[in-house]
């Protein structure tokens, strides 16, 4: 016996009592959804009579193989639900449709079944017109969103943060650069009839905010590159004093004498700190920066708004490298104008040079004690007032004077007396070479040149030699004369 609470299909006889279609032209005519999808025709019902949807609202749109066993009325209300509150909003939709349903539960179906399935694929196409296209990119581009993202906060006081009205929160300051930007858009709605030229004057007007943002951003990151803001709060001064060798720390002082008192090893202000349960830190020695690299940091200063700390160090670096090699190119030009080719004669040239500087010096003391000596002798002979002890006080200030002539002439020759062919100069040539800078081989390789020219044109045969590039027109005029006086050449010759 047929229940009769159920319903039936009177083409096929299936249950129908969750879903039928009733044809509302003809009395007592119900079909399922596949003999009404067929087209099927009983008696005088035809296909194209209009129907009516009667069900219990117990059976499930997917089939009983879906996941969670949503009915059809749950399914009417997600729908419902996703119209009215919007793609996103799963706490309100999970209370439209019911309180057996959670938000989670609401959200894996509606993106299971409609974006996703079948359903999903059929109305979505792959591409949608007039669908807005992201043109930023995370790579630092002009419109990348890295350039306004914030940074994470500084690391710094409650009472430093009064101090520069800094937010850690949101990473911004009380008065921040341009500080009234946002009045660009503060005032701007768009209207649905807002005509073309207004509608391109207020994205103008937000483009301008967008520039002024991205600067601010810019430089905030500047300072924080370059470590501005514990600069102006004064920590770099602290922690240079902290670094200093000299300085003491409580933990330094204490690690120091411990390590002497256990074996003797440690020493009080080391400069090197200890913690519990480690060694000693080493700290790595920093260049002292000079006078002239300070005053050149400060006028290129104005790069630092468009260079890395790290590349403006290595700015600076190459900078200072260049200096270096240019000092050093010049040396060795002078090297070479005295007729140095390699660096085992610089070595030599330099102790010479140094011998030189330092006799120079020398003679200038004993020229400034011989005016003291003897100006001391006569004032204490006229201030005696004797003639004895005015006669004694000269002759003591002449007699310290000669000394100290005779002390500075015994090291005068000092530089180069262990150079090839000194023991082959007269004393009067060895002051001349001394007076000169010039190396005894130097002169003798000159003074054989000179004579022998000079010798070849009192034969009456032209003189084709030349002389070395280190001879200068001074240095070759004092060396003539000198050979003049002397008696090795005659006076018309020269």
């Not at 309180?99 to 409609?114: G, L």
């Not at 080493?282 to 006028?299: L, N, W, Y």
């Not at 790069?303 to 190459?318: G, I, K, S, T």
Request: hydrophobic content about 30%.
């Amino acid at each position: 016996m047929a229940d009769l609470g159920k319903k039936y299909c009177v083409n096929c006889l299936a249950d129908v009592t969750n879903l039928r279609l009733r044809c509302t032209d003809c009395p007592d005519i119900e079909l399922c959804p596949e003999c009404f999808s067929a087209g099927a025709e009983i008696g005088n019902h035809r296909r194209w009579h209009g129907y009516q949807q009667v069900d219990g609202g117990r059976f499930s749109l997917w089939g009983p193989e879906a996941e969670g066993g949503w009915t059809s009325r749950e399914e009417q209300s997600l729908l419902d639900a996703i119209e009215q509150y919007g793609f996103g909003n799963w706490e309100d939709m999970a209370t439209h449709v019911g309180a057996s349903r959670t938000p989670q539960e609401v959200m894996e179906h509606y993106v299971t079944m409609y974006i996703h399935g079948n359903l999903g694929k059929a109305c979505i196409p792959d591409s949608i017109p007039n669908r807005v296209t992201d043109h930023t990119c995370p790579s630092g581009g002009p419109l990348s969103p890295s350039l306004t993202t914030p940074l994470p906060p500084l690391d710094i006081s409650l009472v430093e943060q009064q101090q520069l009205g800094y937010m850690p929160l949101r990473d911004d300051y009380e008065i921040e650069y341009d500080h009234d930007a946002e009045k660009l858009i503060s005032g701007l709605s768009v209207n649905y009839d807002d005509e073309d030229v207004e509608i391109e004057m207020k994205r103008a007007h937000v483009d301008m905010y967008v520039r002024k943002l991205r600067e601010r951003q810019r430089r905030k990151n500047i300072a924080r590159d370059y470590n501005l803001v514990p600069s102006f709060l004064g920590r770099d001064k602290k922690d240079k004093e902290k670094d200093k060798p000299g300085s003491l720390g409580v933990t330094g002082i204490a690690g120091g004498a411990g390590g002497a008192g256990a074996g003797g090893g440690g020493a009080v202000g080391s400069g090197s700190t200890t913690t519990a349960g480690s060694g000693p830190v080493p700290t790595t020695p920093k260049r002292k920066i000079t006078k002239e690299e300070k005053e050149q940091r400060v006028r290129l200063r104005g790069l630092c708004q468009f260079m890395a700390h790290r590349e403006f160090e290595e700015f600076f670096d190459n900078i200072n490298k260049e200096r270096l090699l240019r000092a050093k190119v010049r040396e060795l030009q002078r090297y070479r104008r005295n007729g140095i080719t390699r660096l085992e004669e610089s070595v030599e040239y330099e102790a010479a040079r140094h011998k030189r500087e330092k006799r120079k010096e020398n003679k200038s003391v004993v020229i400034s004690k011989r005016g003291s000596g003897g100006g001391g002798g006569l004032g204490s002979g006229m201030g005696l007032g004797g003639g004895a002890g005015g006669g004694g006080g000269v002759a003591g200030g002449l007699v310290v004077g000669v000394g100290i002539k005779e002390e500075g002439k015994d090291g005068e020759f000092a530089a180069m007396e262990n150079l090839a062919g000194f023991e082959l100069l007269s004393e009067r040539e060895k002051l001349l070479c001394n007076s000169l800078n010039l190396s005894p081989a130097r002169y003798l390789t000159v003074k054989t040149i000179i004579i022998k020219d000079h010798l070849q044109k009192r034969q009456g045969i032209p003189a084709k030699s030349r002389l070395p590039s280190y001879l200068d027109k001074v240095l070759k005029k004092r060396i003539l004369t000198f050979l003049t006086e002397s008696g090795w050449i005659s006076r018309d010759t020269s």
